[in-house]
């Protein structure tokens, strides 16, 4: 049953971790979200989706460092889980150079 809702808790989740400004319920969201993904079986395909996420921005900067930083909390979870593959991992270094090389860039 939980593989079935399994993305809607996700993004649902996810929209509270980055939008809340709470810490405490931002620490919550974050141990369910790692509970979520350690005994969901469609680790993998959020993982996927979470790099997926954003591919097509749109011109507006403070949605652009929104999407980044929520995309990084997740990668996080997702590494806190052991849920990361070697290839997981390889794009997430490649995701996080292309951000401070656009930080470094814009300075």
Same mark, same amino acid.
């Given at each position: 049953?939980?593989?079935?809702?399994?993305d809607l808790f996700f993004f649902?989740? !996810?929209?509270r971790l980055v939008n809340d400004s709470n810490p405490k319920v931002r620490t919550k969201v974050t141990q369910v979200l790692c509970k979520l993904v350690r005994k969901t079986s469609n680790a993998k395909q959020l993982i996927e989706t979470v790099f997926?996420?954003? =591919?097509?921005? #749109?011109? #507006?900067?403070?949605?652009?460092? !929104?999407?980044?930083?929520? *995309?990084?909390?997740l990668i996080q979870i997702? =590494?806190?889980? *052991? *849920?990361?593959?070697? =290839? #997981?991992?390889d794009r997430s270094v490649d995701f996080c150079a292309v951000i401070v090389s656009k930080q470094a860039a814009s300075l």
């Open positions: 049953m939980l593989d079935k809702y399994t649902t989740l !996810f929209l997926k996420m954003g =591919a097509e921005e #749109d011109n #507006d900067a403070s949605k652009r460092e !929104f999407m980044t930083s929520g *995309k990084l909390q997702f =590494a806190e889980c *052991k *849920k990361l593959t070697k =290839a #997981d991992i």
